[in-house]
């Protein structure tokens, strides 16, 4: 899909559709629509005194034929109203317009910034909604015959003046949509596709065509390197587990300025192992190495964006089997960090090999660590599908990603880490046990577990287990990988 700006009058832009958006409010004729509506000789405002336009969230208008326009089509998307109107709002208008004209064979479309909108993160917006939106996960469906594709977007309403900012905003759009979609293809992979071992060899392409130093670790390695707990996990099936680093490593990093460490869960299928899960849904276990492919996603777009610290991606990659050599509970096992654990429970597994990578990114030199997992059903419970789980052991390091969320327009929420929470997990006969003793808070006991390997380094743990994967499309995303939290990592890098 071509994505280009467009200074062009909206009345002489030839497309198969114009797009813009329409504020609920007494009269939603104002502004550039008003300026639309008299080119259409009044339709607009005959449409609004009708009840047919009103402006409330993502409702849908298509005019055909429409007057005094050179576009074949006019769509107007209801925006909601104008006060909680923001970029967030603009990426799902771009991305639901983007799939409502795909879906009815539309080959290209014109978007329309309202008068005052033409700014540069406005076009990033745009450009992340539509490419996002544009995502399908058809990849092994054989019968294309009938596929609908948008080939061009064309994003208008912008001056000379404001061409260059918009331009600027439409590439970095590019990148971080690109990588978006990077994570979602990796994510969509069923686990007979991506073995962990299939995995490293798409990071280290993914790598090398980016310009990152990337390493391997294989089995020998990561036994040489005493990582018990992601071996304890790989143990219960005859694929080998790896370790997956990429580094990005900018000549002009800032002195004294953090090494961010991203640790990724990447379990490319979880049955559970010994305690093995319910048949029911487990199909849908091919997702928990979504924390993993995320990680790997920044890791793209950071090469390509260029910020000027030092981010190390340690990702820690399985599959969890209930094999004959499987792990069983209350076997007891060490650490990379020397730390003992006793296994309760072989499907918290994702805990066990996240203390391995954190352990390995501060050994690699991270100082502020940040690691992303569908670590819980338990943050379902808690925060359903809307927001991912944030945890810290540090709150100035914490704020400054929950900053990020906002300011990219990802929902997340903090939830509590008191020092209580910490005794459900102390081992009765190791140093401690990976699932709670404790009733509740399945989460936040995750959470601790995980920050026992990050010791006093500012760390910061995302539960995606809600979040990564949309059970069922939305207007603006087709059903499956969501691609979360990339967006407010790469935002967090760049803000240094
Ligand atoms: N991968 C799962 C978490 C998960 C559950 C993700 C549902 C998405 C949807 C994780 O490895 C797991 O199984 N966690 C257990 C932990 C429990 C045994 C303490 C869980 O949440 O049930
Ligand atoms: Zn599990
Ligand atoms: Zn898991």
Partial sequence: MQITLETTPFAAIETDALVSYVFEETDPVQGRIAE????????????????????????????????GLKAARLLLVG??????????????????????????SAKNFAFLVRESDATGENAQAIVEGAFAAN????????????????????????????????????????????????TRDL??????????????????????????????????????????????????????????????????????????????????FDTGGISIKPSEGMEKMKYDMAGGATMLGVMRALAALKPNVKVICVVPSTENMPGGTAQKPGDIQTAMSGKTIEVLNTDAEGRLILADGVHYA???????????????????????????GVFGSDQAWTDKLLASAKAVGEKM???????????????????????????????????????????????IHLDIAGTAWNDDAKPWLAK?????????????????
């Fill in 187 to 268: 994510v969509n992979e069923p686990s007979n596709k991506l073995t962990p071992r299939i995995l490293a060899q798409k990071a280290e392409a993914m790598a090398r065509e980016a310009g990152l130093s990337v390493e391997i670790l294989d089995e020998k390695k990561i036994a040489d390197l005493k990582m018990g707990a992601l071996l304890s996990v790989a143990q219960g099936g005859p694929e080998p587990p790896r370790m997956i680093v990429v580094t990005y490593n900018p000549s002009n990093a800032k002195p004294g300025a953090p090494v961010i460490g991203l640790v990724g869960k990447a379990v490319t």
């Fill in 480 to 496: 499956g990988p969501t691609g979360v939290a990339l967006r407010t990592l790469v935002h967090l890098v760049l803000s240094f």
């Fill in 135 to 182: 995502f399908e996960t058809d990849k092994y469906k054989t019968d294309k015959k009938n596929d609908k594709n948008i080939e061009a977007v064309s994003i208008a309403g912008y001056s000379d003046a404001e061409r260059a900012a918009g331009e600027k905003g439409l590439s970095k759009g590019r990148i971080i949509a690109d990588a978006q979609n990077f």
């Fill in 362 to 388: 501060k050994q690699l030199g991270a100082t502020h660590l940040v690691d992303a997992a569908t670590l819980t059903g338990a943050i379902v419970v808690a925060l359903a599908n809307i927001n991912v």
């Fill in 79 to 104: 925006a909601g109203k104008r006060e909680q109107f923001n970029g967030a709002a603009l990426r799902k208008i771009a991305g639901a317009a983007l799939r409502y004209l795909k879906s009815r």
């Fill in 36 to 67: 639309i509506d008299q080119a259409a000789a009044g339709l607009l405002r005959k449409l609004a005194k009708s009840g047919e336009l009103t402006g409330k969230t993502l409702e849908f208008t298509l005019i055909h034929a429409p007057a």
């Fill in 413 to 459: 929420w903090q939830l509590p880490m008191d020092d209580e929470y910490r005794e459900f997990i102390k081992g009765s006969f190791a140093d401690i046990q990976n699932i709670s003793s404790g009733k509740g808070g399945g989460s936040i006991t995750g959470a601790w577990f995980i920050r026992e390997f990050a010791g006093d380094s500012p760390w």
